[in-house]
């Protein structure tokens, strides 16, 4: 139960990253290059 909990954490974490690079790429080209990153970036 606690590495279930633990990777549900580390998933909200992403989320919340993603949320905020996308912030980031709103104001500046760096951001998306970073959004862009993220998102091609394997997850586990």
């Known amino acids: ?3 279930a909990s ?3 954490r580390v998933g ?3 989320i919340g990253a993603r949320c905020y ?3 980031l790429a709103d104001s500046s ?3 998306a290059r ?3 990153a ?3 970036a ?3």
């Open 1 to 3: 139960m606690r590495e």
């Open 6 to 8: 633990r990777e549900l």
């Open 12 to 14: 909200v974490v992403g």
């Open 21 to 23: 690079l996308a912030a």
């Open 29 to 31: 080209p760096i951001g």
């Open 34 to 36: 970073l959004v862009a």
């Open 38 to 40: 993220a998102d091609t």
């Open 42 to 44: 394997p997850d586990a």
